[in-house]
């Protein structure tokens, strides 16, 4: 069975920082790409972040460049999120997912984590 869970939500003040995880299982996702999205209430989910299999490749929506920062370890199967200068904005839940080739489109995407909460107050 294949999983991808996510931890690391939590409560923190603007301005403050957050690492998320998110282990996979049931296979190896060495090869995929993986990336973290975020839905608010009310809004739609949104793509945040993705990287590509080595590491080599990442890219970021608008709205957290120069403060988030994406990585994974393969060896562990795991994907990181650093959430830096967190504002309110960032408010959502925060889930990681899994394709098979480059794309912030998440559709494409064919696993999913459960999601973790993350509430910045201000």
């Known amino acids: 069975q294949v999983q991808l869970v996510e931890s690391g939500g939590g409560l923190v003040q603007a301005g403050g920082s957050l690492r998320l995880s998110c282990a996979a299982s049931?296979?190896?996702?060495?090869?995929?790409?993986m990336a973290w999205f975020r839905q608010a209430p009310g809004k739609e989910r949104e793509f945040v972040a993705r990287?590509?299999?080595?590491?080599?490749?990442?890219y970021y929506a608008d709205s957290v460049k120069g403060r988030f920062t994406i990585s994974r370890d393969s060896a562990k199967n795991t994907v990181y999120l650093e959430m830096n200068s967190l504002n309110a904005g960032d408010t959502a839940v925060y889930y990681c997912?899994?394709?098979?080739?480059?794309?912030?489109?998440?559709?494409?995407?064919?696993?999913w984590g459960q999601g973790t909460q993350v509430t910045v107050s201000s």
């Open positions: 997912a899994a394709a098979h080739f480059l794309t912030a489109s998440a559709q494409f995407y064919n696993y």
């Open positions: 990287i590509n299999w080595s590491g080599s490749s990442v």
């Open positions: 049931g296979r190896t996702f060495s090869s995929d790409i």
